[in-house]
């Protein structure tokens, strides 16, 4: 391994793009530290110290890197192109035109591509003004149970709300260019590799509450998150192989086919999608109760869908992410258009009929592994609020959305260095 690291610096191309994902990095998290225009420095610092964000805007702060409790102009970090990536890929299996590009290959993608960023855009708009406006208020960040409030001062006038909403749209929209940068010059897939750079920054904080808290427990805890990448590791690159057969044909005097292959079926379909789902909807009764002003609606929300600590909480996050896990398995792996393509030309599995029975088939080994992998999404979505509940530790980094993109994003930038060096000839990480 460590002569395949010596090999990427000595590939002088290989060097370049390395070099210029970590200056894009770099140029990403200065501007994680630049605050918004306006913004008052002492509250700031004392949400910073505080930092008990919660509901959605605990995903935003992760994706961010801690951006938006500092409320810098990249706050929204990429989780308005990662909301708007899903609801376009929802609206393909909807709406037939865009079904229709999907299939036209490179130039319809690259017009499904415009349309999620125009979408990023406006998604960005609305949520940079709920977060001014619900930050000002003292509905967003609180320190020892009292709301901070007041961030752009008493009078919020319209010329301050434009000015914050604009740095914070910008911002992102800045961030989904640095990310394609990093696609096209760099190495890896850059929206992925500025969100595993956002989660690395928080794990030194977050290590260093864990030790404060005690050596025996931060031992444990060290133990155990070595123990959940192993098994995320193993879980992620789990996958059951369907034998595919593909027939002779003749075509003039030439003779075709006759190979076998097989289809992939990951355990793990949906990767972390069905937890940013369940997330986002379990805030809905949140903001529900904040509009509606009831208060019996709004005193069982706070006691019981609002933090971790409530089995309400828990359970609903457990059940909703097995939902959602085979709801998007659903979605992104149709069977009947695989068996209709192997159909096509001239593929079978050993022992079903091609057509409906194929697709009949798939679709059922497709349920019954992903229920496990729908179980183990969940128990690692989970971990977190069971340490907090067992010890008392608010800041656990090895459980839910973090440790699952983190491993993800990091087996996939391997295999693609992996890739560029064996295309060299050289040996890569995994002989």
């Known amino acids: ?72 102009i990249f706050a929204l970090g990429i989780m308005p192109y990662i909301t708007s990536s899903i609801i376009m890929q929802l609206l393909t299996v909807v709406i037939p035109r865009l079904e229709t590009l999907s299939k036209e290959g490179e130039v319809g993608q690259k017009k499904i591509t415009q349309y999620t960023r125009y979408m990023t855009v ?49 911002g992102t929209a800045m961030i989904m260019w640095l990310g394609e940068l990093i696609t096209q010059r760099g190495i890896g897939n850059g929206m992925s590799i500025l969100i595993f750079s956002s989660i690395i920054s928080r794990l030194p904080f977050e290590g260093a509450n864990i030790y404060a808290a005690g050596k025996l427990k931060f031992a444990v805890l060290l133990a155990l998150g070595v123990a959940i990448i192993v098994a995320v590791v193993l879980v992620e690159q789990a996958q059951r192989r369907i034998p595919v057969q593909y027939a002779k044909r003749v075509v003039g005097r030439k003779l075709y086919g006759g190979s076998s292959t097989y289809i992939p079926l990951k355990v793990n379909q949906a990767g972390v999608i069905p937890i940013i789902f369940a997330s986002s909807l379990l805030y809905l009764p949140v903001l529900a109760a904040t509009i509606l002003q009831n208060q019996t609606f709004q005193k069982f929300v706070n006691n019981h869908l609002v933090r971790g600590t409530s089995p309400y909480y828990v359970g609903g996050y457990f059940l909703l992410i097995i939902f959602f896990t085979y709801f998007y398995t659903a979605i992104s792996f149709n069977p009947l258009d695989v068996a209709d393509n192997m159909k096509k030309y001239g593929g079978f599995i050993p022992g079903i009929r091609p057509g409906r029975p194929t697709a009949e088939y798939l679709d059922h080994i497709l349920t019954r592994i992903t229920l496990p992998g729908s179980m183990f999404l969940a128990s690692i979505a989970i971990l977190p609020f069971v340490v907090q509940g067992a010890w008392g530790i608010t800041a656990f980094p090895f459980g839910g959305t973090a440790i699952l993109i983190v491993v993800g994003v990091g087996l996939e930038t391997m295999k693609q260095l992996e890739s560029q060096l064996l295309m060299r000839h050289y040996e890569g990480f995994l002989k």
Do not use: C, W
């Open 122 to 170: 406006v998604l960005a708009l609305l949520q940079s003004l709920g977060i001014v406006v619900t930050a000002n208020s003292g509905r967003l960040f609180s320190a020892g149970g009292r709301p901070i409030r007041d961030l752009f001062g008493t009078n919020l006038t319209t010329g301050k709300i434009f000015i914050a909403v604009v740095s914070l749209t910008a």
């Open 1 to 72: 391994m460590l002569s395949a690291f010596r090999n990427t610096i000595k590939i002088p191309d290989l060097r370049k793009k390395i070099l210029f994902s970590i200056f894009i990095i770099a140029v990403y998290r200065f501007g994680s530290h630049i605050p918004v225009p306006g913004i008052d420095f002492d509250k700031i610092k004392e949400i910073e110290a505080a930092s008990k964000e919660g509901g959605i805007y605990a995903l935003i702060n992760l994706f961010s890197g801690g951006a938006l409790t500092s409320f810098a």
